[in-house]
Nanobody, 120 residues
Framework: QVQLVESGGGLVQPGGSLRLSCAAS????????MGWYRQAPGKERELVAD???????NYADSVKGRFTISRDNVKNTVFLQMNSLKPEDTAVYYC??????????????WGKGTLVTVSS
């Protein structure tokens, strides 16, 4: 069993910052790519950013220059530093990770999500 637990969401004013964290735990052999997705009310879930095990990153155009994804391979944790937040960043943010487990299978896992609200 693998669990992804997100933290760091909350209410922030426009222009503010938040830092999200997601820790993977359980019967993990290796954590491959890790990423953040978000889903705003009435919209489909979309990729925000992802990062390979070796540190290569990819960002949605809407967050480039404002968000930074990073990871700690020792702690199996991924972070999302969000700066210059806008009301349109309001969404539930989900952590995703591709993980090789002790069962021998590689599977995508999802966290339960953390709500980010950007409002004055």
């Amino acid at each position: 069993q693998v669990q992804l637990v997100e933290s760091g969401g909350g209410l922030v004013q426009p222009g503010g910052s938040l830092r999200l964290s997601c820790a993977a735990s359980g019967s993990i052999v290796k954590v491959n790519a890790m990423g953040w997705y978000r889903q705003a009310p009435g919209k489909e879930r979309e990729l925000v950013a992802d990062i390979t095990r070796f540190g290569s990153t990819n960002y949605a155009d809407s967050v480039k220059g404002r968000f930074t994804i990073s990871r700690d391979n020792v702690k199996n944790t991924v972070f999302l530093q969000m700066n210059s937040l806008k009301p349109e960043d309001t969404a539930v943010y989900y952590c995703n990770s591709n993980i090789l487990t002790m069962s021998g299978y590689t599977t995508d896992y999802w966290g339960k999500g953390t709500l980010v609200t950007v409002s004055s």
